[in-house]
């Protein structure tokens, strides 16, 4: 009977450690779990914070470029380019046309968006013509806009603290000291604001100065001269007309010529005077 007894009450005991140490180990998964779900979220936010920043860094390319091509039609390979300009969403910065004794020709800068850019030559390339010329530039200013973003956002953040000092400002003295920093950086911000507007622009759309030319037969042209008749008359004309500008131009200056006359006049008794005594 006692070892029954004693067997029943080792049971229990037994029974009822087994059951601490399940408690105290699901005590401590769930600690562990506290632990490591916000050290993994935070691993995980960082992670995400790496890729944002990757994306928002983006390349900012410049491209530029220089194409001449002779045609034998001139004027319907004309069209065709602004059927193109139009269709890759481009546009005319600068046109003009020349029309010479050996060549006519287009020089046209043309604006095209830089996603299209490359897309927009090689289809001016497979149309007719002799490529003369070609030069494609890409220049990367990605630093030049991380710089400038930069002091941007510095500039107005101090611009702010101006702000939030003039509101605190005691005397007439502070206020104008304040308002002359403020004067500055709005300047600053202004300049930088605008220096970021053009290089977007130019990365945004890509310039191609293009000249399309058509070569032509020498012809000699003589300059028309006109009748003699028509010669002889405007040569009397010219003459007579310079003669009587010369006139009124003597007319206009005589009281300088009496005066030239009479200084002559005395000069010549004087040295005739001086003459006789010596």
Same mark, same amino acid.
């Given at each position: 009977?006692?070892?029954?007894?004693?067997?029943?009450?080792?049971? %229990?005991?037994?029974?009822?450690?087994? $059951?601490? /140490?399940?408690? !105290?180990a699901?005590?401590a998964?769930?600690? %562990?779990?506290?632990?490591?779900?916000?050290?993994t979220? $935070?691993?995980?936010? $960082? @992670?995400?914070?790496?890729?944002?920043? $990757? &994306?928002? %860094?983006?390349?900012?390319?410049?491209?530029?470029?220089r194409?001449?091509i002779?045609?034998?039609e001139?004027?319907?390979?004309?069209?065709?380019?602004?059927?193109?300009?139009?269709?890759?969403?481009?546009?005319?910065?600068? &046109?003009s046309?020349?029309?010479?004794?050996?060549e006519?020709?287009?020089?046209?800068?043309?604006?095209?968006?830089?996603?299209?850019?490359?897309?927009?030559?090689?289809?001016?390339?497979?149309?007719?013509?002799?490529?003369?010329?070609?030069?494609i530039?890409?220049k990367?200013?990605?630093? /030049?806009?991380?710089?400038?973003?930069?002091?941007?956002?510095?500039?107005?953040?101090?611009?702010n603290?101006? !702000?939030?000092?003039?509101?605190?400002?005691?005397?007439?003295k502070?206020?104008?000291?304040?308002?002359?920093?403020?004067?500055?950086?709005?300047?600053?911000?202004e300049?930088?604001?605008?220096?970021l507007?053009?290089l @977007?622009?130019?990365?945004?759309?890509?310039?191609?100065?293009?000249?399309?030319?058509?070569?032509?037969?020498?012809?000699?042209?003589?300059?028309n001269?006109?009748?003699?008749?028509?010669?002889?008359?405007? @040569?009397?004309?010219?003459?007579?007309?310079?003669?009587?500008?010369f006139?009124?131009?003597? %007319?206009?200056?005589?009281?300088?010529?009496?005066?030239?006359?009479?200084?002559?006049?005395?000069g010549?008794?004087?040295?005739?005077?001086?003459?006789?005594?010596?």
């Open positions: 009977m006692r070892n029954v007894l004693s067997i029943f009450i080792l049971t %229990i005991l037994f029974a009822s450690c087994h $059951q601490k /140490q399940t408690d !105290n699901s005590y998964v769930a600690d %562990i779990e506290e632990e490591v779900i916000p050290t979220q $935070q691993e995980s936010t $960082q @992670s995400f914070d790496k890729i944002e920043k $990757q &994306e928002v %860094i983006k390349k900012r390319i410049i491209k530029d470029g194409l001449g002779r045609v034998e001139l004027e319907n390979t004309k069209l065709r380019i602004d059927s193109l300009i139009k269709y890759h969403g481009g546009y005319y910065d600068n &046109e046309f020349n029309n010479k004794d050996w006519s020709s287009y020089n046209l800068k043309i604006r095209i968006p830089c996603a299209n850019f490359e897309a927009f030559i090689s289809d001016i390339e497979t149309g007719n013509g002799e490529i003369q010329y070609k030069e530039d890409s990367d200013v990605t630093d /030049q806009f991380i710089d400038l973003e930069t002091r941007l956002e510095n500039k107005r953040n101090y611009l603290r101006y !702000n939030d000092l003039l509101k605190k400002a005691n005397n007439v502070e206020i104008l000291e304040i308002e002359e920093k403020i004067r500055g950086l709005e300047e600053e911000i300049s930088t604001t605008g220096r507007k053009y @977007s622009d130019l990365v945004d759309y890509s310039t191609l100065d293009l000249t399309i030319s058509k070569k032509k037969d020498f012809k000699y042209n003589p300059d001269r006109g009748k003699f008749s028509e010669k002889l008359k405007q @040569s009397l004309s010219k003459g007579w007309f310079g003669f009587v500008d006139l009124l131009f003597v %007319i206009k200056i005589w009281p300088f010529l009496i005066i030239v006359a009479l200084i002559l006049y005395f010549r008794k004087y040295k005739k005077t001086k003459r006789k005594i010596n």
